[in-house]
């Protein structure tokens, strides 16, 4: 297998450091009701409780100010290894394909080449399929986009968006999240290399079944007709977000196959588990900042840092 050619020497005085992660979904509602000059539909709001949970999370990034942020997402699908974006700048339009009364912007983000270069080495080191994305054309999924927007609207900081291999689930959850755990180890080894200061985001909701028709169609924001699918999909929510802020991930780890089972949970596309064990499995607790349903769907927005 042919190695690429761009990874270099960290930087002397510059240990790499996974500074923070978050788990950070992403319906596009969440950047409708907002109304940021990036989006063309306009809005009356909506949404709140989640939105001031993203409010924590971008004062936070502000506070650590990272040198790049590491973002894996469902929506960004390739069938054959882990993709890394890898081209210094991406811009366009993005209009989500289910909802694009609501989403339709543009966007416009600086790769960080050296880190994306280095996780593609580090994959194949791992034994992992891999490719760097160097097409200065790709359209960035709305996964990626609306997750990096929520937690730094001001897009200041580089990124490097990785793609969910769909393939391990043909096998079964197990064979797919233990490849997501090697996916894991490699970013942070890559993260390590590079000397650079990263926070993670697992572009992920919880429980993931929906409405099958927007509530109401004139106001896509009305909050009265906005409630979870249903209280089994809020009870295993619950469940997963108690061991989380427990700091159980034994527990969490051992649910988890059964969660995305019975929840349709958006984290079997692997992003948490890439996370969580490219941060060495923390021990403490995670720090919820709010939660709440959007379409039905369960989505806690949430913040693992040292205490
Ligand atoms: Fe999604």
Redesign the pocket.
């Known amino acids: 297998m042919t190695q690429t050619p761009f990874a270099k020497v960290a930087p002397a005085g510059r240990p790499g450091e996974i500074v923070a992660g978050f788990l950070a979904?992403?319906?596009p509602h969440l950047v409708y009701a907002e109304n940021p000059p990036q989006n063309e539909p306009r809005s009356r709001g909506g949404w709140e409780v989640l939105r001031w949970a993203y409010e924590h999370c971008r004062r936070r990034i502000k506070e650590l100010s990272p040198d790049v942020i590491l973002v894996h997402s469902?929506?960004w699908q390739t069938v054959v290894g882990h993709h890394v974006l890898a081209t210094p700048r991406l811009e366009g339009r993005s209009v989500d394909p289910i909802f694009p009364h609501l989403f339709r912007y543009d966007y416009g983000m600086d790769i960080d080449v050296e880190l994306a270069g280095a996780i593609v080495e580090e994959c194949f080191a791992a034994g992992l399929e891999s490719r760097p994305m160097r097409n200065p054309k790709f359209r960035v999924d709305y996964?990626t986009i609306v997750s990096l927007h929520l937690l730094n609207p001001g897009w200041d900081i580089p990124v490097v968006g990785i793609s969910a291999n769909n393939s391990p689930y043909f096998y079964d959850d197990k064979v797919g999240q233990e490849e997501m755990t090697r996916l894991g180890h490699a970013t942070a080894r890559a993260i390590a290399k590079t000397g650079r200061r990263a926070v993670l985001v697992a572009?992920?909701?919880l429980s993931?079944l929906h409405f099958s028709e927007e509530p109401n169609p004139a106001l896509p924001e009305d909050m009265s007709r906005e409630h979870v699918f249903s209280h089994a999909q809020y009870e295993w929510d619950v469940r997963v977000i108690n061991l989380l802020r427990e700091g159980n991930l034994e527990e969490f780890f051992r649910i988890l196959p059964e969660f995305c089972l019975e929840a349709f949970a958006?984290i079997k596309a692997g992003g948490l588990t890439w996370m969580l064990e490219a941060m060495g499995r923390p021990s403490y607790g995670a720090k919820l900042h709010g939660y709440g349903n959007v379409i039905g769907t369960g989505n806690a927005v949430m913040e693992w840092s040292r205490p």
């Open positions: 979904p992403h319906p469902p929506h996964g572009s992920n909701s993931h958006e």
